[in-house]
């Protein structure tokens, strides 16, 4: 365990699988004491056990503006502050336009789009005091936008839109605000696609490639976090090597 983080508290959202796990794995590692918020508890429980800093589990479903001012709450309540969030809990229903099932995109909007933001806006007051950093995980797509993507870019392209405007107000007050598109990882994400052809794509794709593992990502995340305080590294784009587009 490494002690660079030593004395900072971090809030991961969407930390029961993928790169929400492996971040706040990495954060603990390097000393950070780590709030962790998703809907399974089970799995934040195994994370818990097996984090080798101090954790706190939050039951948190960021679609609900409460849960997410209730997890933020505990955590400044538990740890006395709040530096660093990771804004990662996000969910991909990709899907063609026509004929779509518009309760998939109400889901992504509300999860990695108006999620993220309510995280932000509760977590800010704490951040400006301790001179934070905000986190936001996007994507390749918040660049580029492909079919049966058009959905999840848009959620992942607002991130982008609400990061560069958050950055211009507060970055005079100190806080980095970090934004960060990984290529193809694997993870459970694409499991969720229900349509059948779009996800054998996705399955397809992942094994036709090194993809990325969750850790890769936490790499990026930690290196942002740890930079002097003058230095804001404002956009990390990591990708397979193997992955095109
Ligand atoms: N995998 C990739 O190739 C890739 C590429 C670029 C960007 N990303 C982004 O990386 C982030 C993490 O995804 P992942 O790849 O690690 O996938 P994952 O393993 O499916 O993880 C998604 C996480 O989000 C959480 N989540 C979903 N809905 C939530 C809600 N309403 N409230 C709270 N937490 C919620 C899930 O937890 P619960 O279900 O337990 O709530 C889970 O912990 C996402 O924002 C995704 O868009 C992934």
Do not use: C
């Not at 969407?14 to 508890?41: F, Q």
């Not at 800093?53 to 709040?82: I, N, P, W």
């Not at 950055?167 to 990882?185: A, C, D, K, N």
């Amino acid at each position: 365990m490494s002690t660079t983080l030593e004395g900072k508290v971090a809030l991961v959202t969407g930390a029961s699988s993928g790169i929400g796990r492996a971040t706040a794995l990495a954060l603990s590692n390097a000393g950070a004491r780590v709030a962790v918020g998703a809907r399974r508890a089970d799995r934040l429980k195994s994370l818990a056990e097996d984090a080798p800093g101090e954790t706190l589990v939050l039951d948190l479903d960021v679609t609900d503006r409460q849960s997410v001012q209730d997890g933020v709450a505990a955590t400044v309540e538990r740890f006395g502050a709040l530096d660093i969030v990771v804004n990662n809990a996000g969910v991909m229903l990709s899907g063609m336009i026509l004929g779509a099932d518009t309760t998939e995109w109400t889901r992504m909007v509300e999860t990695n789009l108006l999620g993220s933001m309510y995280t932000v806006h509760a977590a800010l007051p704490h951040l400006l005091r301790s001179k934070g950093a905000v986190v936001q995980i996007s994507s390749t797509s918040g660049r580029t936008a492909s079919a049966a993507g058009g959905v999840y870019a848009a959620t992942k392209f607002g991130i982008t839109a609400f990061s560069e405007a958050l950055r211009q107000e507060v970055t005079e007050r100190g806080v980095r605000v970090v934004v960060i598109e990984p290529g193809f990882v694997a993870t459970e994400l694409a499991g969720h696609i229900t349509d059948p052809a779009i996800h054998a794509m996705a399955k397809n794709m992942a094994e036709s490639m090194r993809t990325l593992q969750p850790e890769d990502i936490a790499g990026a995340v930690l290196y942002a976090v740890t930079q002097p305080g003058h230095v804001a590294v404002n956009e990390i784009l990591v990708r397979p090597t193997d992955q095109t587009r």
